[in-house]
T-cell receptor
């Protein structure tokens, strides 16, 4: 049974701070890793993808991958109230596009 | 470029009925996947279609089925609806087979079974 684990939160950070979201996965065969943002009542929106060990930066977002530790993280710099949402970690094996999702972390950014 | 389009957005059905949901992927995307999202179980994979063939299947009963047409559009069918089938059903579109490409979701169909 492949598992993706996230702390459900809520994670509360003040506006302007760095939010750090974490995810662990059980399947060592996983090759692709994604972060989605989901606002209440909306569908998930892809915000970051990462495929190799290390850091990947895109604007205020940085994804970090450590395959040896089976750990993925998402850093959000200069957090804004509009970043308040549930962040979903998803993992994909090599073939096909089947994603296994974590339960999501609810982030609250307080003005 | 248009995103993933799902119809209808909302549905109310009675137990025992069946339902068909439709999905049009992003233009050029050949892979379509379906997911069920509920507060208790989160996002769960139903199945994936690529080039009109089911490539992956999740752990759902046979009442859940799907198909993909030659234009990559997909439909999902649920027969003999149960109360527990009430959920947000999400269609997702991907360019091809794995690789370095993302998966993009439609707005979803909110199904309520009464």
């Amino acid at each position: 049974q492949k598992e993706v684990e996230q702390n459900s939160g809520p994670l509360s950070v003040p506006e302007g701070a760095i939010a750090s979201l974490n995810c662990t996965y059980s399947d060592r065969g996983s090759q692709s890793f994604f972060w989605y943002r989901q606002y209440s009542g909306k569908s998930p929106e892809l915000i970051m993808s990462i495929y190799s060990n290390g850091d990947k930066e895109d604007g205020r977002f940085t994804a970090q991958l450590n395959k040896a530790s089976q750990y993925v993280s998402l850093l959000i710099r200069d957090s804004q109230p509009s970043d308040s949402a549930t962040y979903l970690c998803a993992v994909r094996e090599g073939a096909g596009n089947m994603l296994t999702f974590g339960g999501g972390t609810r982030l609250m950014v307080k003005p | 470029k248009a995103g993933v389009t799902q119809t209808p957005r909302y549905l109310i059905k009675t137990r025992g009925q069946q339902v068909t949901l439709s999905c049009s992927p992003i233009s050029g995307h050949r892979s379509v996947s379906w997911y069920q999202q509920t507060p208790g179980q989160g996002l769960q994979f139903l199945f994936e279609y690529f080039s009109e063939t089911q490539r992956n299947k999740g752990n759902f009963p046979g009442r859940f089925s799907g198909r993909q047409f030659s234009n990559s559009r997909s439909e999902m069918n649920v027969s003999t609806l149960e109360l527990g089938d009430s959920a947000l059903y999400l269609c997702a579109s991907s360019l091809a087979s794995g690789g370095q490409g993302g998966t993009f979701f439609g707005q979803g169909t909110r199904l309520t079974v009464v």
